[in-house]
């Protein structure tokens, strides 16, 4: 896995536009591309401190630990 070092002049959308157009050259599918705008505004959204990376380890744990129903849960992480 490839670590890039954090930059304090980026901002969260930036950085995953930056994401979103590094995957597009990997050739990931549409929908896949899809998924991870989604899921990454969504939780940036939540989480706006998360982009400060003395945070972001605990908002990733909340994010993921959330309780879901079974209706939210399937198409979110399906």
């Known amino acids: 896995m490839t670590v ?3 930059r304090k002049d980026v ?7 930056q994401f979103i157009y590094f995957k597009m050259a990997e050739g990931r599918a549409g929908q ?3 998924g991870y705008r989604d899921h990454l505004s969504r939780f940036f ?3 706006p401190d998360a982009f400060d990376p ?3 380890r605990k908002c990733v744990f909340e ?5 879901m129903k079974p209706a939210t849960y399937n198409p979110r992480h399906t």
């Open 4 to 6: 890039i070092p954090f």
């Open 11 to 17: 901002s969260w959308q930036e950085a995953v536009d």
């Open 32 to 34: 896949t591309i899809k």
């Open 45 to 47: 959204k939540c989480f």
């Open 54 to 56: 003395q945070k972001t």
């Open 63 to 67: 994010f993921m630990s959330d309780q």
